[in-house]
C-alpha cells in the first residue's frame, strides 16, 4: 500500500466528516466559511505535493526490494515471536504438569498421614486389648509402614528436584531465546540502517554521476559542433581553392594557346625575314661574283627558291598546348 492509496483511503474517511460539517454552516452562514476555504487550500496544496513526491519514482524497484527484505525479516520476528510463544505455553504446560503432581503427592501425603493417624489411633486402640506379641508384630509393620512412607517420600521429594531443574533450564533456554531475539533485533536493524545508508551513497553517487555524464555530453556536443563548423569551413575553402584553380587553369590554357598563336606568327615573321636576308645575301654574293653585269630579277627568285630547297632553315616556336 503505497503513499497514494493512504492519502486517498484518507480523504475518503474523512470527505463524509467534511460534508457534515461544512452543510449546517452553509445554511446557517457561519463566519468559519474561511476555515473550510483554508482546509481546502491546505488539501490541495497536500495534493500537489503529494503528486510532486509521487512524480519522483526512480527508486521504487530499490525500495520494493528494501520492503520484501523487510517483510522477509518481519516473517522472521514473528517465526520468533511464535517460538517464544510455543516455549512459553511448554513453560507452561511443564508447571501445571508439575503443580498438578505436587498437589497429588501432598494429596498422597496427607491421605498417608491421615491412614497413619488412623492406623496410630487404632493401634493405641489395640495396645489396651492386645498382647505384647501382637504389639511386637504392629511395631514391625508400622517401621516397615514408615520406612516405606519415607523412601516414597524421598523419591517424591527427587522428583520434585529434578522437575524444578527441569523448570528451571527451560527457562534459561526462554531467556536465551529472548536474548537471540534482541541480538536478531538489533542486527536487522544494524543491517536496514546500513542499507538505508548504502542506498542513499548509492543515490549521491548516481546523482554525481549524471551529473558529470551531462557535462561531459555537453562539452562533447560543444565539441562536435565546432568541428562541424571547421569541417564546413574547410569544405568551403576547398571548394573555393578547386573553384580558383579551375578557373586559373582556364586562364593559362587561354595564355597557353595565345602564346602558341603568337609563336606560330612570329615564326611565319621570322621565316619571311630569313628569306629575304637569304635573297640580299644571295644578291650581294652575285653582285661581288659577277663582273658587275645586271642579272634579271626573275633569275635572282630562282636562285633564291633554290637555295630555300638547298638549305632549309626554318626555326620552329611552335608551344605545346
Known sequence: MDYTDLYLW?????????????????????????????????????????????????????????DQRVSGFDEKIMNLIRL????QGLTEEKNMELRQENRELRERVERQEHAMNQMFRELADLK??????????????????????????????????????????????????????????NAQNKSLETWIAELETTKTWARRNFQRLKQHVDQICSEVSVIKGEHDELSSRIQEVSCKADIECKKLQLILR???????????????????????ARKHEILRSSD?????????????????????????????S
Do not use: W
Open 292 to 320: 658587275l653585269t645586271p642579272v634579271p630579277r626573275e633569275n635572282i627568285k630562282k636562285m633564291a627558291s633554290c637555295e630555300e630547297l638547298k638549305f632549309p632553315n626554318k626555326i620552329d616556336f611552335s608551344v605545346k
Open 84 to 87: 517464544m510463544k510455543l516455549s
Open 10 to 66: 484518507r480523504n475518503k474517511a474523512n470527505l463524509p466528516q467534511r460534508d457534515s460539517m461544512g452543510m449546517p454552516q452553509e445554511k446557517m452562514g457561519d463566519p468559519t466559511l474561511s476555515s473550510t476555504s483554508n482546509l481546502k487550500g491546505i488539501a490541495l496544496s497536500i495534493d500537489h505535493l503529494v503528486g510532486g513526491t509521487l512524480s519522483a519514482q526512480e527508486y521504487t524497484e530499490k525500495l520494493e526490494a528494501l
Open 128 to 185: 489396651t486389648t492386645m498382647s505384647s506379641s501382637l504389639k511386637e508384630e504392629i511395631e514391625r509393620v508400622q517401621n516397615g509402614t514408615e520406612v516405606q512412607i519415607s523412601m516414597q517420600v524421598e523419591r517424591a521429594l527427587e522428583k520434585v528436584v529434578f522437575i524444578s531443574q527441569e523448570l528451571d533450564t527451560v527457562r534459561n533456554g526462554a531467556c536465551n531465546l529472548g536474548e537471540r531475539l534482541e541480538e536478531v533485533r
Open 258 to 280: 595565345q602564346k602558341s598563336s603568337e609563336a606560330e606568327a612570329l615564326e611565319s615573321l621570322v621565316n619571311k625575314e630569313l628569306r629575304n636576308v637569304r635573297l640580299v
